[in-house]
């Protein structure tokens, strides 16, 4: 409701309760409609009446301690009968989550005073503070050691909220409305906790709080184990580990690839994990070189439009120790296709808004041309692209055509295209007689309804000839 009819609203609500109630005392209290955060002001209106009079008293009270009104508005009905409404302004303290906000009316014609009485916990909203701590932590952490991260969620209410983990950008536990406890203030906190394993390479975990329809409050930590330390005369021994040098795009497959040397025996493993789950049937060879082992493992990898936020594990053990582990990112390797659309909108008769939709792209760079009838606009700027939940990007393109001038059909095309590949572009076509109708320019031959109409008359034309075969047979038969 906009704040015209609220006051329209309140003014006339004394005059409907004074209606409605036929001559009986009332009184009603109202605060705001949305949760406010302590620091904020928030209005409260108690309504009373009728009076035969108008000497009557508002006291204002939080808690015990009375409160200033800032306004009163007096209402007369036509019946000479008074009723009065009494604004007063609050200001939200966290604490208020136990406070209470009372209006007291005094009148001689009550036999006693009328009173009404709101929680502050029901305006309040109190904002969380949230950390994650690790148990065991620091340099106690060693590699696939399983770890507790426990989210802390500190003085917050309503005590309904929503709590979810993150690995690496990807939604692993979500928790609706988790146990809370109580503090002296009135607010609430929680913990929760997950259970993780510590890698070499490094897992980020975030944790993610979410309040009604506010913004969400998170933070994030680093999961990482110590590196083992080397034995007294051990080398480090060289490794090579990469991948493809061009980028592919999702339903292909990547290979990666680990060489070594320098083992002293031939007891060498490699595993190969993505998003922390074993891929399948790596290539491992360990083959003598001098008096050391040399070691190649190789894997494919399949690529998916949501890999951007997913890693690979290269893991190798020797003697049954771990030796080396490395974390590679898939973005590196991944290309997304953008999907292009045209829709139109007419903001007025002599006006349609053309915009250009380019959805769920990676990487981010790409570069966006318009065009009216194989001509590039002059001056069209580069939009500015969003990134999505799931790593990948999105942008739109508006552009204000004149669709009053005469001429023969006009196509606007919206042209996007990531690095050296080939553009993708869908179209709009503008017609004099103001009908706009969309199709991608890449759609090959005549419509679908033509294809159907042509297909029509062939099969009637063939079930015909079918017909006047057979009854020249039958008839020859029959002679």
């Not at 503070?129 to 050691?145: F, N, R, W």
């Amino acid at each position: 409701m906009t704040a015209a009819p609220r006051q329209v609203l309140g003014s006339l609500l004394p005059t409907l309760l004074l209606g409605l109630t036929a001559g009986q005392a009332f009184i009603t209290l109202m605060g705001p409609s949305q949760r406010a955060a302590p620091g904020n002001s928030v209005p409260f209106n108690c309504t009373a009446g009728p009076f035969s009079s108008w000497d009557f008293n508002v006291t204002w009270m939080k808690d015990r301690d009375e409160y200033p009104a800032s306004a009163q508005h007096l209402v007369t009905d036509n019946k000479g009968n008074y009723s009065i409404t009494s604004k007063v302004w609050v200001t939200l303290a966290r604490q208020d989550v136990s406070s209470e906000i009372t209006c007291e009316v005094t009148h001689r014609d009550l036999a006693e005073p009328l009173h009404k009485t709101m929680n502050l916990s029901q305006v309040l909203r109190v904002v969380p503070t949230v950390k994650i701590t690790t148990k065991p932590s620091g340099a106690d952490i060693h590699v696939q050691q399983r770890v507790n991260l426990t989210c802390h969620v500190s003085h917050f209410h309503p005590p309904e909220l929503l709590l979810t983990w993150m690995e690496n950008g990807h939604r692993v536990q979500t928790v609706q409305s988790p146990r809370v406890t109580r503090n002296p203030d009135g607010t609430c906190s929680l913990e929760h906790t997950w259970q993780a394993e510590a890698t070499l390479g490094g897992t980020e975990f975030a944790c993610w709080v979410l309040q009604e329809d506010q913004p969400a409050v998170r933070t994030n930590i680093t999961l990482q184990a110590q590196a083992p330390r080397l034995r007294k005369g051990r080398k480090e021994h060289p490794y090579v580990l990469q991948g493809p040098l061009q980028r592919s795009e999702p339903g292909r497959s990547i290979q990666l690839t680990y060489t070594s040397s320098g083992f002293s025996t031939r007891q060498v493993t490699v595993t190969w994990l993505k998003n922390n789950h074993k891929l399948p049937t790596p290539q491992t060879s360990v083959h003598l070189s001098g008096d050391s082992y040399n070691v190649t493992s190789s894997v494919l990898v399949p690529l998916q439009a949501d890999d951007v936020l997913s890693h690979v594990l290269c893991h190798v053990q020797h003697k049954s120790n771990m030796f080396f582990q490395k974390t590679i990112a898939l973005d590196q390797y991944l290309r997304v296709p953008p999907a292009v659309t045209v829709s139109q909108s007419s903001p007025s008769s002599d006006l349609v808004a053309v915009t250009c939709h380019v959805q769920r792209f990676y990487p981010q760079s790409i570069h966006l041309t318009w065009l009216e009838n194989c001509h590039t606009f002059e001056g069209a700027e580069q939009p500015t692209s969003k990134q999505n939940s799931d790593g990948t990007y999105s942008l739109e393109s508006l552009h204000l055509v004149n669709a009053s001038l005469q001429g023969s059909e006009r196509v606007l095309t919206c042209k996007a295209q990531q690095e050296a590949q080939p553009p993708i572009r869908a179209n709009l076509i503008l017609s004099t007689a103001a009908h706009v109708t969309c199709k991608p320019i890449e759609s090959p031959g005549p419509e679908m309804p033509a294809l159907i109409f042509v297909a029509f008359l062939l099969g009637l034309k063939v079930l015909l000839l079918l017909s006047f075969t057979v009854t020249c047979i039958h008839r020859r038969w029959n002679l």
